[in-house]
Nanobody, 125 residues
């Protein structure tokens, strides 16, 4: 069965950087229609951060992530990445990897077939 495992989260001061990884097994990342990163803070709904089309160069970012975050893939390692720079306190959330987008706007949670368990990112001032 398909499994997505996130890693790379942790505690960092505002202005710092983190790189999140999503290792996929049971399927190849290059065959997914689209993959994305979402985040969810306590008491809030899960929201899209960034997405990427496998085998293509198309990327999508939430306004809050533009200029600071970069989504990428390494097909040889079957891994999705999210490089996060200039982190802010408001970036604090559980970050989830999602795969195999099936329809709708890229930020639609219900549009993704597979999900990881999440990795916590905490940014302090």
């Amino acid at each position: 069965q398909v499994q997505l495992v996130e890693s790379g989260g942790g505690s960092v001061q505002a202005g710092g950087s983190l790189r999140l990884s999503c290792a996929a097994s049971g399927y190849t990342i290059s065959s997914y229609r689209m993959m994305g990163w979402f985040r969810q803070a306590p008491g809030k709904e899960r929201e899209g951060v960034a997405a990427i089309w496998p085998g293509g160069g198309m990327t999508y970012y939430a306004d809050s992530a533009k200029g600071r975050f970069t989504i990428s893939q390494d097909n040889t390692k079957n891994t999705l990445y999210l490089q996060m720079n200039s982190l802010k306190v408001e970036d604090t959330a559980m970050y989830y990897c999602a795969a195999d987008f099936t329809g709708g706007h890229w930020t639609r949670v219900g549009g993704y077939k597979y999900w990881g368990q999440g990795t916590q990112v905490t940014v302090s001032s």
